[in-house]
C-alpha cells in the first residue's frame, strides 16, 4: 500500500499522488484496478512497483529453494517426522479434516521456525 490508502469501509483506494487523488473500487479485494491506474496514470511509480514485486518475488523463490535444499539435505524431512495427535473425543469428518489441517499447519511451523518441543 504504498501508492494507495484505503478507506474506512474498505471499498475504496485513493491514490497517494498528491496532484491525483483519484479513488478506485477495491470491492472484490483484487489489485487489478490499482496496477493498471499505476500504469496508465504514473509510469515512473508502476516501473518502481514492478522492480520491487520482482525482487520479491525473486527473495520468494530463493527462500523456496533454500528450504527445499535444507529438506533434502535433512535426514528427517516434514513428511518423515512423526507428527502428534491430538484426539479428545471421536470427531465427525470435518472436525477429522479441521485437526489433520491443524496438525499439518503445526508441523510446518515447527520445520520453518526451528523451534523445539519437547514431550513431558
Not at 9 to 33: F, Q, V
Not at 85 to 104: G, M, P, R
Amino acid at each position: 500500500w504504498d501508492y494507495f490508502s484505503k478507506d474506512e469501509s474498505k471499498t475504496l483506494a485513493s491514490c497517494k499522488k498528491e496532484a491525483c487523488k483519484k479513488n478506485i473500487p477495491i470491492k472484490t479485494g483484487n489489485t487489478t484496478g490499482l496496477i493498471h491506474h499505476l500504469k496508465s496514470k504514473h509510469p515512473e511509480d508502476f516501473k518502481l512497483f514492478e522492480k520491487e514485486k520482482e525482487k520479491r518475488e525473486k527473495e520468494k523463490k530463493e527462500k523456496a529453494e533454500k528450504r527445499k535444499r535444507n529438506d533434502e539435505s535433512d535426514p528427517l524431512t516434514r513428511k518423515q517426522m512423526k507428527q502428534p495427535k491430538f484426539s479428545f473425543t471421536s470427531q465427525s469428518e470435518a472436525e477429522k479434516i479441521t485437526q489433520a489441517k491443524f496438525e499439518d499447519s503445526l508441523v510446518e511451523y515447527v520445520a520453518n521456525s526451528g523451534v523445539s518441543f519437547q514431550q513431558a
